[in-house]
T-cell receptor
Framework: KAGVTQTPRYLIKTRGQQVTLSCSPI?????VSWYQQTPGQGLQFLFE???????NKGNFPGRFSGRQFSNSRSEMNVSTLELGDSALYLC?????????????FGPGTRLTVL | KQEVTQIPAALSVPEGENLVLNCSFT??????LQWFRQDPGKGLTSLLL?????REQTSGRLNASLDKSSGRSTLYIAASQPGDSATYLC??????????FGKGTRLSVIA
């Protein structure tokens, strides 16, 4: 079974630009979550989608948005990039049972904002 | 608000040593607890998941225990190897909410 895939793996942008990151979950998984990881803040939750509906949202500004498609693939968009948005963005997927389902992570997208 | 703490933040041990990583959480009403491994610049690899009704889980040289009442979990690594060098993170899930992560323990196993 293929794992969680994320594209692109690396991205360099300049301040003010926008960026879209993509995540394909494990086949059969309907939940996709996004996290931002920085050395100072650790792993911070961005949002979770389940069957195309946003189920949870973290404490990030409105510049960060996401969506999920009918095939469970998800995209995350960041508009008006700031230097502080430089981070590793991780996507994770799991099945439907909260108590028993392991969360599987993709390799991440390394975003650098210049 | 759930908080997860991992101690120590960094650990260096000689190859072959058995070691214990600690994780504590403030809200004991958890659904499950997961241990992950992260290599530098990479994604997270799931190691073990312990459901709230379980006391421990084992996978190879890894054993994770859970004591919900005291809000603690430990990850025991037997006969450590240089390939075990990585950052180890624990995360808990409370209800229908996102996983809450600790900041991790950076492990170095010296050959």
């Amino acid at each position: 079974k293929a794992g969680v895939t994320q594209t692109p793996r690396y991205l360099i942008k300049t301040r003010g630009q926008q960026v879209t990151l993509s995540c394909s979950p494990i086949s059969g998984h309907r939940s996709v979550s996004w996290y931002q990881q920085t050395p100072g803040q650790g792993l911070q939750f961005l949002f979770e989608y389940f069957s195309e509906t946003q189920r949870n949202k973290g404490n990030f500004p409105g510049r960060f948005s996401g969506r999920q498609f009918s095939n469970s693939r998800s995209e995350m968009n960041v508009s008006t990039l700031e230097l502080g948005d430089s981070a590793l963005y991780l996507c994770a997927s799991r099945g439907g049972d909260l108590a028993t389902d392991t969360q599987y992570f993709g390799p991440g997208t390394r975003l650098t904002v210049l | 608000k759930q908080e997860v703490t991992q101690i120590p933040a960094a650990l260096s041990v000689p190859e072959g040593e058995n070691l214990v990583l600690n994780c504590s959480f403030t809200d004991s009403a958890i659904y499950n607890l997961q241990w992950f491994r992260q290599d530098p610049g990479k994604g997270l690899t799931s190691l073990l998941l312990i459901q709230s009704s379980q006391r421990e889980q084992t996978s190879g040289r890894l054993n994770a225990s859970l004591d919900k009442s005291s809000g603690r979990s430990t990850l025991y690594i037997a006969a450590s190897q240089p390939g075990d060098s990585a950052t180890y993170l624990c995360a808990v899930r409370v209800g229908n909410t996102p996983l809450v992560f600790g900041k991790g323990t950076r492990l170095s196993v010296i050959a």
